[in-house]
């Protein structure tokens, strides 16, 4: 079946030789996966929706609502920076109805507000590294979705790569709490992706390091998740094109994570503005 995405997603590119490392294990792992990765079948079944989802972000700019200066590509970064720089960091304190009328939100606008309360808590209060429930509703409303406290809103792990990144941008040199961890090692189970890099450090894996344990037991891809840990540190797709997603052969396992991992920097850097 021909893919309807063909022209929008790129195939892979293996990184070039460097010098003096050709004899690097862990690199020529990565040069292998990366080479093998545009061969193949087209993307498999969950990977092809998560590519719809990409590029339907990619499309529209994913931003909901006008920033202060009335860029609507702006990132929850650049808006923090806008609101201190404005407000002398006073918007930091301020209650629901005076950050809706100084943003200049319609009433009905629930969503624009859920993404300034969220981005509130963010800088200001630590427990979103902490406690899951916290991180969820942060998650939510930095996603572009309405924050529902009735019942569990559970994210992709795409959104959950990109609430983290948001966060560790707000507060950094914060690290994530055990609570977290467990949470989007859930995630993670849930949607098939063993090597989680977005967390900072040396990321969040299933089955193996320190927070694999949580889980341990309930997988057996230790192997798997240290593959793509050494794949991330090589740098194979860290600088990937935000439309640049492979074909992938989908009865190998390294090329299914390969796609998941650039599912994930195609859709951060969506979300940040970089189209």
Known sequence: MVDPHADTLATLTPPAPRAQEEDD???????RIAAGAGTAVPMLGIGTQLAKY???KIASKTSTYKTLAHEP????????????????KQWRDWLPETL???CGLAEDDVQALDKLMALQVAVTNRDVFDEWQLFLSCCIAFNHRQVNFEWLDKPSYLECAWACTALRALRPNTDFGPSVVRFILAVMLEDGLVFFPWSGGEGIALDDGETGKYVRGLTDCQDL???MRK?????VVKNTDPAELPDVD??????????????????IRANEGKT
């Open 25 to 31: 294990a862990d690199y020529q792992l990565a040069r």
């Open 54 to 56: 990409v590029a339907g």
């Open 73 to 88: 590509t702006a990132n929850l970064i650049d808006l923090a920076q806008k609101l201190d720089d404005s407000t002398q």
């Open 100 to 102: 809706r009328a100084y």
């Open 225 to 227: 998740a240290r593959d």
């Open 231 to 235: 794949v991330w540190a090589a740098g």
């Open 250 to 267: 989908e009865k190998d396992p390294h090329h299914v994570q390969l796609a998941k991992l650039m599912n994930g920097v195609a859709y």
